[in-house]
Each structure stands twice: as C-alpha cells, then as structure tokens.
C-alpha cells in the first residue's frame, strides 16, 4: 500500500507539470524506455550493479504511412569502478524528410544519501546532425524557395543532463534533458522550429509473491510551447522469465509489451501500439523490437534465468560488506 501511494503521489506530480500549448519539433518516441532508460537519462550508466550490458532497439510507427518515423537506437553501458559507470549512444531518427544522427557518451555517479536511498546523477556529451531532404518532396509548387534545396546543420556539439533519486523498494523520481541545445539551420530554417524536452519519470516496484512482480511506472515530457505528453504503463513479470504490460499514450496510443528472458545473457522485448488520434483512421500499427545483452564479468557466479530481473539486470550474490551496488533497487 505505501508503495501505491507513492506511486499516486508521483503520477499526480507529472500530471500537474504542464506547460503552455503550441507545436514544434517533435522527439523520437519510444516505450521500452522503462527496460533501458538510458534512451533518454545518462545517470543510467554504471547502475546496473556489477553487469554491463549492450542494448539495441528499433521502432517503427505507423506502419503503411509514407515518410511514417523510424527510429534506431544503440547503447552500452558499462561499469566502471565502485559507484561511476561510462556508456555509448547512436540514434539514427527519420520523420518524413527530416533524418537526425546522433552519438553521444555519458558519465554517470552514484552516491548513497541513506540506508534506504540513493542519488544518481549523469551528463552526457556528444555530436549531432540534422538535415532536411526537400528536394526528395513531391511538391505542389515547386517554385516554394524554403523547398528548392537540402539543409543541414553539419556536425553540432550538444550536452545533456540527468538525475535519479530512488528508494531501496524500488520506487524512484528522475528528471532528464538528454539534449539542452536546439538546432537551426540559420537564415535558411524557415518554418523548422526545434524543441528541447525534459523528460521526468516516476515508478516503482510491487512484489506480490516469490514469482510475481509489477512494474508500474508514468512518464510526462514538457518542453517550452509544446503540448504535455505524458503515458502510463504497467508491466508484470513472471518468475524473473516472461514480461507482459499495458500501456497508454495520452491522446496517442494504447499497447501492449511482451518480453523474455532467453537465457542469462540476453533478453528480447516487443511492443505493438494502436493510434488513438486522427491517425488511427490510416494505420493501426507500430512496432518496437529490442534486444538486450548482458555482459557478466563474474565467470565463477552461478547466475539462473531466475535470477535475472529485467528491469536491472543479473541479481547479484549478497558480500559479507554493503556495497552501494547491493542497495540500488532491482
């Protein structure tokens, strides 16, 4: 019950984060980001306990539309020393005529605050370009001069930031810009206008018995003059194997998630979503596919399939002393 509160509590927070309307640039979407966080915040580098891991995700929305977004995403993230962790990015985003190409490294530390909490912060550090492909346009005036060439911002530094406070039941807050810098082409941006959004996250953990566990969670994405987004999910996982979830967009999309532990070492996940909005009338599809490798440095530890919590990796064997890394929730 204290956990739920929590939980109502935190999603009543988001609910009443928003912001003044009107539309810009929109973010690459995706759902799996409960599984792998660090699509969005860089403090998830290094919180994995002793495990590393490599993750690769791709979605594709609104099957059947033309010029529909496709995203991919790769990342590691690596442990490295007691409580820092290190991890590499690569997104490659295209929407219509506008194709954006990032790589990016984070650094994230983790301290202690309590026997009960922790504190998690990250930056991330990286390139990006954004190019528009107008020329490839089937117009109806081709004599529009904002369209009669290709555009490109060229290699763009960018940075970001990220915390998390989370509790050792597994309830948590976090808040991240993955980005801080918008991007322009100049003289020649026309009516492209970019938006930087912070992405703020809240969720815990419910252990109904020794082989059910829930995962709820809600998430709400604000960014100067743009609508508020926010969804909501709720994944239960099945004796540390096989993972089945809800999801819901606001005014977007509603979803279902399936997920399975194949063996100690790698994990697949899946979603399929159904537009809710105007373009539920074109396509009723979009895809998510992620694939997870964990990299176990412990050879000699004896890890089982049951042993493995999707939502933070291998559990490890308890030490005579308390790390920080016992602590973290799983």
């Known amino acids: 019950m204290k956990n739920i509160t929590q939980l109502a509590l935190g999603i009543l927070f988001l609910l009443i984060c928003s912001v003044e309307i009107a539309h810009a640039q929109i973010e690459p979407q995706y ?8 699509v969005y915040n860089p403090m998830t580098a290094g919180s994995r306990g002793d495990t590393s891991e490599v993750f690769v995700m791709y979605r594709q929305q609104w099957l ?4 529909a977004p496709q995203t991919f995403f790769f990342n590691g993230n690596f442990k490295w020393k007691e409580r820092r962790g290190i991890g590499v990015n690569a997104m490659l985003d295209q929407l219509g005529p506008v194709k954006m190409t990032t790589f990016s490294g984070d650094f994230a530390y983790h301290t202690r605050l309590s026997e009960k909490w922790i504190l998690s912060g990250g930056i991330r550090l990286g390139l990006a370009n954004v190019a528009l492909n107008f020329t490839g346009l089937a117009l109806t005036n081709q004599g529009d001069p904002l369209f009669n060439a290709d555009r490109s911002t060229g290699l763009k530094f960018n940075t970001g930031w990220g ?4 509790k050792q039941d597994g309830f948590f807050v976090s808040f991240a810009m993955p980005r801080i810098i918008k991007y322009d082409f100049g003289e020649l941006s026309g009516g492209y206008k970019d938006a930087t959004y912070m992405y703020t996250m809240v969720g815990t953990k419910l252990e109904l018995s020794d082989d059910l566990t829930l995962y709820p969670n ?21 004796r540390g194997k096989l993972d089945a979830g809800l999801n ?17 070492k790698f994990y697949l996940g899946y979603v399929y979503e159904m537009p809710t909005g105007v373009v539920s009338k074109i396509s009723n599809q979009t895809h998510e596919f992620a694939l997870r490798f964990f990299i176990l440095k ?10 493995i919590d999707p939502q933070r990796g291998p559990r490890q064997a308890p030490k005579v002393q308390s790390t920080l890394q016992e602590i973290q929730p799983r």
């Open 163 to 166: 915390v998390k406070i989370s």
């Open 248 to 264: 819901y967009r606001h005014q977007e999309s509603i979803g279902i998630r399936l997920g399975i532990q194949a063996s100690k």
């Open 218 to 238: 809600a998430m709400a994405r604000l960014a100067t003059d743009v609508p508020l987004s926010w969804d909501v999910q709720l994944m239960a996982n099945l």
């Open 31 to 38: 759902n799996l980001y409960r599984l792998n966080p660090q």
């Open 298 to 307: 412990d050879k000699s530890q004896r890890t089982t399939q049951r042993d």
């Open 64 to 67: 059947g539309i033309q010029g």
